[in-house]
């Protein structure tokens, strides 16, 4: 099983700056990565697959870079509806699907 | 538009089986290597990965819970159907459906959930 590892757990940046979230896997994805959003009470939202491919009305702040084993999902300013749990999730050798136990972003 | 919406039971005695299901709509389960999965999210937790079918019947589970899962289609429904069976409290979450492209294994397009409980 792939162990996805994700950090910081908890993330404080302050509105109009940028976020970098890190996700690291216990093998080699290539590119079979996909990050997610989800807010309080709501279902994940696809951001980005192929770990830098960003899903269809995602916008251009979102950016995901990486391969191998290491990938960075940067929201470059801020907005107050970007604070959020984030999760990243490897499809490259499965089952199981599996998924990062979340970053936190809050507002500073 | 696609949408995916879960149904099924609030609560669930221990030992029980619980059977929930995923009505979709605006996607075809009859496309090569499409799929629907289902995830779960313990309250307060990361999302954990159970079971996908693909449009050819084809199935796929978790290892850890392979022997407590059945997941199976109706196609001329659209429903997707997610069994577990010998539930425990651990087994709380919220259950979400969702659609897996063709090609790759991620999730594009996510039911609301449906909180399930198991308690006495």
């Known amino acids: 099983e792939i162990v996805m590892t994700q950090s910081p757990a908890t993330l404080s940046v302050s509105p109009g700056e940028r976020a970098t979230l890190s996700c690291r896997a216990s093998?080699?994805?290539?590119?079979?990565l996909a990050w997610y959003q989800q807010k309080p009470g709501q279902a994940p939202r696809l951001l980005i697959y192929?770990?830098?491919t960003r899903a269809t009305g995602i916008p251009a702040r979102f950016s995901g870079s990486g391969s191998g084993t290491e990938f960075t999902l940067t929201i470059s300013s801020l907005q107050s509806e970007d604070f959020a749990v984030y999760y990243c999730q490897q499809y490259k050798n499965w089952p199981p699907i599996t998924f990062g136990q979340g970053t936190r972003l809050e507002i500073k | 538009q696609i949408t995916l919406k879960e149904s099924g039971p609030t609560l669930v005695k221990p030992t029980q089986t619980l059977t929930l299901t995923c009505t979709f709509s605006?996607?075809?389960?009859?496309?090569?290597?499409?799929?629907v999965g289902w995830i779960r999210q313990p309250p307060g937790k990361a999302l954990e990965w159970l079971a996908l079918?693909?449009?050819?019947?084809?199935?796929r589970y978790s290892p850890s819970l392979r022997s407590r899962l059945s997941i199976s289609k109706d196609t001329s429904k659209k429903q997707v159907v997610l069994t577990m069976t010998n539930v425990d409290p651990v087994d709380t979450a919220t259950y979400y459906c969702?659609?897996?492209?063709?090609?790759?294994?991620?999730?594009?397009?996510w039911g609301l959930g449906t909180l399930v409980t198991v308690s006495s």
């Open positions: 192929g770990a830098s």
């Open positions: 079918i693909y449009w050819d019947d084809d199935k």
């Open positions: 969702a659609h897996k492209p063709s090609g790759v294994a991620h999730f594009d397009y």
């Open positions: 093998q080699s994805l290539t590119s079979s």
């Open positions: 605006g996607l075809s389960l009859s496309t090569s290597t499409v799929g």
